[in-house]
């Protein structure tokens, strides 16, 4: 049985940058597509960026194209969002997500294994 643990979620202004981390307990890590959702309030769950197990392909949401990059680092365990000229609609609570397969594309909740406990960025304008 995995489990992720996101850290790195904070309070930013405005056309700042922040990095979310997630690290996986569990086997097979590279073996899988790991991916990043957020949720504000009132709003469901969306898919934000996903990479595959090798890191050869990535996915990003068009609202976060060109600000965002996705990584990970099989050796750790681990996978990053880092975020770019934030905006206040980036506020939301973030989670790392491993997909049950490798694909790093539009991913569904369906298509998750794991999820993360969620780790809150707040965006002042």
């Known amino acids: 049985q995995g489990r992720l643990v996101e850290s790195g979620g904070g309070l930013v202004q405005a056309g700042e940058s922040l990095r979310v981390s997630c690290e996986y307990s569990?086997?097979?890590?590279?073996?899988?597509?790991m991916a990043w959702f957020r949720q504000a309030p009132g709003k469901e769950r969306e898919l934000v960026a996903s990479?595959?197990?090798?890191?050869?392909?990535?996915y990003y949401g068009d609202a976060v194209k060109g600000r965002f990059t996705i990584s990970r680092d099989n050796a750790k365990n681990a996978a990053y969002l880092q975020m770019n000229n934030l905006k206040p609609e980036d506020a939301a609570v973030y989670y790392c997500?491993?997909?049950?397969?490798?694909?790093?594309?539009?991913?569904?909740?369906?298509?998750?294994?794991?999820w993360g406990q969620g780790t809150q960025v707040t965006v002042s304008s």
């Open positions: 990479i595959s197990g090798n890191a050869a392909m990535t």
């Open positions: 997500a491993q997909s049950r397969g490798n694909y790093a594309g539009a991913l569904v909740a369906t298509e998750i294994d794991f």
């Open positions: 569990g086997p097979w890590f590279s073996d899988h597509a």
